[in-house]
């Protein structure tokens, strides 16, 4: 079955660090762009950063860039967000798509959707 999972939020100080991953089964991931979207509560959704096919370009949303660190493990068929000096207002639930491409930091033409991963940025 082709899918991506999310996994790695959790509850993280301000000021605080915390890696996410998106792990694909069925597919190989390297083949397609993944982004990531952030949900905060009671906004839409949005992107926060995207990898190109073969990892080709990287790109991040404003708000968070030099924050933000996105990578591939292609052994493991998974995709990486590293987030640094995380702030309250990052707080939301993380999804991860597979799509045909990036525009900026948005994924495009996505194919699969995980559930999303919670990350909560509280003292």
């Known amino acids: 079955q082709e899918q991506v999972a999310e996994s790695g939020g959790g509850l993280v100080q301000p000021g605080g660090s915390l890696t996410l991953s998106c792990t694909a089964s069925?597919?190989?991931?390297?083949?397609?762009?993944i982004g990531w979207l952030r949900q905060a509560p009671g906004k839409e959704r949005e992107g926060v950063s995207c990898?190109?096919?073969?990892?080709?370009?990287?790109y991040y949303a404003d708000s968070m860039k030099g924050r933000l660190s996105i990578s591939r493990d292609n052994a493991k068929n998974t995709v990486y967000l590293q987030m640094n000096t995380l702030r309250p207002e990052s707080t939301g639930v993380y999804f991860c798509?597979?799509?045909?491409?990036?525009?900026?930091?948005?994924?495009?033409?996505?194919?699969?959707w995980g559930k999303g991963t919670t990350v909560t940025v509280s003292a």
């Open positions: 069925g597919f190989t991931a390297d083949d397609y762009a």
């Open positions: 990898i190109s096919p073969s990892s080709a370009g990287r």
């Open positions: 798509a597979a799509g045909w491409g990036c525009s900026s930091y948005d994924v495009v033409g996505e194919k699969y």
